[in-house]
């Protein structure tokens, strides 16, 4: 049980004001209000860019079209990552082809973790980007477009080749993808997400330890050499079917190389051949993060947020942000607010639920003397992210 929270009637009171009063009305510009009102700078970082608070979308089926990114914008959502792209070479060939799936069905359920806590996971049985390249391409010119105008933050993902065994690596997918995504985005550096799926982990592909150590070592310098200018790569990290003594691992292999580290995709339940998430998605990634080297780049966390108090929990394993999906498609009457659109009732559970959103966990994390203000602000990034 948590010592009962010793925030004064003051704050209290204007948390449950402010709880009220953005569920009624959402804004874009809700982190001016949080630095206004209480003297809380969310700005954190996110792969080399500075971005005004944690939460952002993780890849997959709700960062799939322009409207989806729009309403992004509209939200206030920190940074979206584009559903993944599977590589290809000049010809348009994949050796990865086996992701490029289609399959619309999702399935937003309860599921019960192993210790009986009843979470939320969607169930979905498709892969990665199902339509052709080119209209990957004219995503990634509009993320650009959004970003330009200080809207949004959208960067692509990208299942490279990844070979088996000692077999070579395909470097035609990597030159010929990575150099198309350099020029739909148009700037530098080119910002990326490398996805090492759940379904990956299931695949026997992923069967031998040393394989996938190597494919972590190598991926990142092989997007660099493939690429005419500097990129700052994120490696997503899957749920390995090993234990968390190879978790850690992967984590160390990764460190080695990427720019920020994405932990952890989502578990793979081998029997009904689906992803999944809930509470032991949760469990698992806070435990091995709570074991692994910390290296000094930056992660961002991924599996159950649901709350401003699970944001910490990454945030002090690490976790410079976090990317959501699972909370940003639930039904309507999950979340506390009685109106608008789903990401505002999202957002707003996150961060001004008067019980367990991030205001109020940051707020008490002061009050018990585990957070200092400078000058008079509380900042999020005093949070142990990034260093050891
Ligand atoms: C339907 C669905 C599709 C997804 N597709 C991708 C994907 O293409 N690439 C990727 O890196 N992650 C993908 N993910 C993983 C999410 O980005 C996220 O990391 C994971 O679901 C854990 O977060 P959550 O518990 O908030 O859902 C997908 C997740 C879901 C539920």
């Known amino acids: 049980m948590r010592a009962a929270p010793v925030l004064d009637a003051k704050t209290r009171g204007a948390l449950s004001d402010d709880a009220e009063a953005w569920g009624r009305e959402w804004r874009r510009d809700w982190p001016a209000h949080v630095l206004d009102r209480y003297r809380i700078d969310l700005a954190t970082e996110f792969l080399g860019r ?86 990957y391409l004219v995503l990634v010119r509009t993320a650009r477009a959004l970003d330009s105008a200080g809207q949004l933050l959208a960067i692509p993902s990208v299942k490279y080749h990844l070979p088996i065994g000692d077999e070579p690596f395909d470097l035609d997918e990597y030159a010929f993808t990575t150099r198309a995504l350099e020029d739909a985005w148009g700037g530098s550096p080119l910002l990326l997400e490398k996805d090492f799926s759940p379904t990956l982990a299931g695949d026997a592909r992923a069967d031998e330890r040393a394989t996938v150590l190597r494919w972590l070592a190598e991926v990142p310098v092989l997007i660099r050499s493939a690429a005419r200018g500097p990129v ?43 992803a999944y998430g809930g509470w032991d998605l949760s469990g698992r990634n806070l435990a091995v993060l709570d074991s692994a080297p910390r290296g000094t780049q930056p992660r961002s966390g991924t599996g159950n947020i649901t709350s401003g108090r699970m944001i910490v929990e990454y945030a002090n394993r690490g976790c410079s942000t976090v990317q959501l999906h699972t909370f940003f498609q639930l039904p309507l009457s999950a979340y506390p607010a009685g109106r608008g659109p789903r990401l505002a009732r999202a957002l707003h559970a996150l961060v001004f639920a008067p019980e367990d959103g991030l205001l109020v966990a940051l707020l008490e994390l002061e009050a018990e003397g585990r957070l200092h203000r400078r000058d008079g602000v509380l900042h999020f990034r005093d949070l142990p992210h990034g260093t050891a």
Do not use: C
């Open 50 to 135: 500075t971005v005004p608070h944690p939460i952002g979308k993780g890849s997959g089926q709700l960062s799939l079209r322009a409207d989806q990114l729009e309403a992004d914008a509209s939200a206030g959502l920190a940074f979206t990552v584009l559903k993944t792209v599977i590589a290809q070479n000049g010809l348009g060939e994949q050796r990865m082809a086996a992701w490029a799936v289609h399959e619309s069905r999702m399935r937003v359920e309860r599921r019960r973790a192993a210790d009986g806590r009843e979470g939320w996971t969607v169930t979905w049985k498709g892969r990665g980007w199902d339509q052709s390249f080119e209209e």
């Open 232 to 274: 700052g790569i994120g490696l997503k990290l899957m749920n390995a079917r090993f234990d968390d003594a190879f978790q850690r691992d992967m984590v160390a292999a990764a460190a080695a190389g990427a720019d920020s580290i994405t932990v952890f995709n989502r578990l793979w339940d081998p029997a009904a051949g689906v």
